[in-house]
């Protein structure tokens, strides 16, 4: 083929050069060492506020959590070079702010110390993450173990059934002095069985059976598994009493549905079903509708001179912090009482950040969504896409079931907030689910003659 006007000859199956974009590790690196110098700022202005002095161990924790985020760096930039530049640093500013909170409700309970505890959870998050970005070379290989997923899901969701209680719910499994939580484990499982079921039969879904009013029904053949599974994952947390879970479940269920099939009709069946499911068992099950009467009621117990109930000691806590803060250190939540390291931990951290530390933080929760997105749909295989838009609903929904419940928007259900809460279970699943996102956020931007290169 002759270019006009020049005569050179130019063959017509000549390949488009590759399309690489930068690698930015070294913002990453950058943003990484800020990410540290905050957390470690943090945790000396709170030995500051309460003692007047420095912690001694503050050249210590700096040190751990400054090796461990540079370990999953180099994790990153040996195996995934081309990932999202903010998703490690996003994480390891979270999880070091949630270590500061837990240090500084330590100081005011010396017989129940966390941040310890929290720190050696951290440690293994964080190693579990780089064995992620170096052993899995292409996340489509999940794909192959879709019904492994689900079956240990179920397998993790069942378990605590045959352990007793705590606090009302049947979510931890505690065997000498050691204690998980499955759910938590159980989650990315499903995320990862939902994208490839969904990724199979994405066009059965939207095209096929039968169509009601405005909204296309696929066939129970199609249909019929995927809902038996999440009827009988959502059944057993509903047993156990996990709302919380089962309610992330729900949504999760119904985002990766309609993102799988485009069709918005989905949004409105979820809604609908999540608005019957509410009203049902809030009726038949106690615990929740007690729960739904703090929510509307949440100053009752004053007036009835009982003192402030865990909610209003809440929303005491957000009024007193400001715009910006009373300052680390020097607040009052730790009156909640028994839940202030998981539940309420964000009423720490509005009344001592104030509404300007806290809309740092779901900024921060924000964009480690968006990039989550905006990894899923820079891919062309449904697989990778639904993987990734799953995985990042699934921290979406969970701040806005944990923020809307500690300040009354909704009723409390009990979770964990993602990296800041206590919880060991929790926070090696969060860095799971970056580990994850990394992957697929390599994928997304390494481009090669337009398609998607592992």
């Known amino acids: 083929m002759t270019k006009a006007g020049t005569g050179t000859t130019v063959a017509a199956d000549t390949p488009a050069p590759a399309v690489l974009l930068p690698r930015r590790r070294g913002i990453e690196l950058a943003l990484i060492v800020v990410a ?30 400054g090796v461990l985020a540079l370990l999953a760096h180099l994790a990153v930039r040996l195996r995934a070079p081309y990932a999202d530049p903010l998703l490690l640093p996003i994480g390891v500013l979270l999880n070091g702010l949630g270590l500061v909170l837990i240090y500084r409700l330590d100081l005011q309970t010396p017989g129940d110390r966390a941040a310890p505890a929290q720190l050696v959870w951290s440690a293994l998050g964080i190693t579990l993450f780089a064995y992620v970005v170096a052993a899995l070379r292409d996340h489509r290989v999940l794909q192959r173990y879709a019904y492994v997923c689900v079956a240990a899901a179920l397998v993790l969701l069942t378990l605590p059934i045959f352990f007793p209680a705590v606090n009302g719910a049947r979510i931890w499994i505690r065997i000498a002095g050691f204690s998980i939580q499955p759910g938590e484990f159980a989650k990315v499982l499903l995320a990862v069985f939902f994208a490839a079921y969904l990724a199979a039969n994405r066009n059965a879904l939207a095209y096929a059976g039968r169509r009601v009013w405005k909204l296309q029904l696929p066939t129970g053949r199609v249909l019929g598994p995927i809902v038996a599974i999440w009827l009988v994952s959502v059944g057993v947390l509903i047993l156990e009493r996990d709302l919380g879970t089962s309610l992330l479940f729900f949504g999760l269920f119904v985002v990766m549905l309609y993102v799988a099939t485009g069709r918005t009709g989905w949004i409105a069946v979820g809604l609908l079903l999540a608005t019957l499911g509410a009203v049902a068992v809030g009726r038949m099950e106690p615990h929740v509708a007690a729960r739904i009467q703090d929510w509307l009621h949440p100053f009752a117990s004053i007036e009835a001179g009982q003192g402030p109930g865990q909610l209003a000691q809440s929303l005491f806590a957000f009024a007193a912090g400001g715009v910006l803060g009373t300052g680390l250190g020097l607040g009052h939540s730790i009156l909640i009482g028994f839940a202030t390291k998981s539940d309420f931990i964000l009423a720490t951290a509005g009344e001592e950040l104030g509404l300007a530390g ?22 062309r295989e449904p697989f990778g896409r639904l993987l990734a838009v799953g995985l990042a609903s699934i921290v979406a929904l969970q701040v806005f079931v944990i923020a809307g419940g500690v300040t009354g928007l909704i009723p409390l259900t009990g979770m964990a907030m993602p990296f800041l809460a206590q919880g060991g279970s929790s926070v090696v699943t ?4 970056v580990a994850l996102l990394i992957r697929v956020s390599h994928s997304a931007r390494r481009q090669y003659d337009g398609q998607v290169a592992p």
């Open 430 to 433: 969060n860095w799971a689910i």
């Open 358 to 379: 806290l809309s740092a933080i779901f900024l921060l929760y924000g964009l480690l969504v968006e990039r989550g997105y905006r990894a899923g749909l820079a891919l």
């Open 36 to 65: 540290v110098l905050l957390s470690v700022y943090g945790y000396c202005h709170v030995g500051l506020a309460r003692t007047g002095a420095v912690p001694p161990g503050a050249v210590g924790y700096g040190a751990g959590l």
